[in-house]
T-cell receptor
Framework: GNSVTQMEGPVTLSEEAFLTINCTYTATGYPSLFWYVQYPGEGLQLLLKATKADDKGSNKGFEATYRKETTSFHLEKGSVQVSDSAVYFCALSAGTLGRLYFGRGTQLTVWP | GAVVSQHPSRVICKSGTSVKIECRSLDFQATTMFWYRQFPKQSLMLMATSNEGSKATYEQGVEKDKFLINHASLTLSTLTVTSAHPEDSSFYIC???????????FGPGTRLTVT
């Protein structure tokens, strides 16, 4: 079946620190992979995505590379800001149009 | 970007009553909408897929008679929690897919508390 395992939080970092949030997946077929971000009181927003192996998704300084050999899609950012504080969800889509399988979410808090 | 709204954002109801939650795509038409449920510190669990003009498709373990979904137009889907009980208290989130199927947008969620 399809599932996503995501690094448990919460993660607390100082501003300008390096961020990694691990995500691994199990899927039938060839899934597309996503990272969503949820700011307090708001809906989920697509942060980045990758649709095939070795693709790198990037946005707002965040990056994630689709690694088929390790079934991973780890989220990284070289220098986090206070405004990056949010909950981050890893997700995959396989088969049914738009149907997403989510990880548990990782709460990130960045201190100035 | 495209916006999906949900109404209400928060609702408190008494056990045994029914509650309706609306999900609207504000500036695009959505043939397909999804309803998710999120427990504290847990993932979003898909409850059902709502297709305009047809019956919703429910995930295994979701009671269709308890969680009534209606997708009457290309911009509106509603979720009605019937005869609500405290265990139905949760955060309900909808999403909508654009007609070309390329983008999916999420609503801000509805916090339901059943007392």
């Amino acid at each position: 079946g399809n599932s996503v395992t995501q690094m448990e939080g919460p993660v607390t970092l100082s501003e300008e620190a390096f961020l990694t949030i691990n995500c691994t997946y199990t899927a039938t077929g060839y899934p597309s992979l996503f990272w969503y971000v949820q700011y307090p009181g708001e809906g989920l927003q697509l942060l980045l995505k990758a649709t095939k192996a070795d693709d790198k998704g990037s946005n707002k300084g965040f990056e994630a590379t689709y690694r088929k050999e390790t079934t991973s899609f780890h989220l990284e950012k070289g220098s986090v800001q206070v405004s990056d504080s949010a909950v981050y969800f890893c997700a995959l889509s396989a088969g049914t149009l738009g149907r997403l399988y989510f990880g548990r979410g990782t709460q990130l808090t960045v201190w100035p | 970007g495209a916006v999906v709204s949900q109404h209400p954002s928060r609702v408190i109801c008494k056990s045994g009553t029914s509650v309706k939650i609306e999900c609207r795509s504000l500036d695009f038409q959505a043939t397909t909408m999804f309803w998710y449920r999120q427990f504290p510190k847990q993932s979003l669990m898909l409850m059902a897929t709502s297709n305009e003009g047809s019956k919703a498709t429910y995930e295994q373990g979701v009671e269709k008679d308890k969680f009534l979904i209606n997708h009457a137009s290309l911009t509106l889907s509603t979720l009605t929690v019937t005869s609500a009980h405290p265990e139905d208290s949760s955060f309900y989130i909808c999403s909508a897919i654009t007609s070309d199927g390329h983008e999916q947008y999420f609503g801000p969620g509805t916090r339901l508390t059943v007392t």
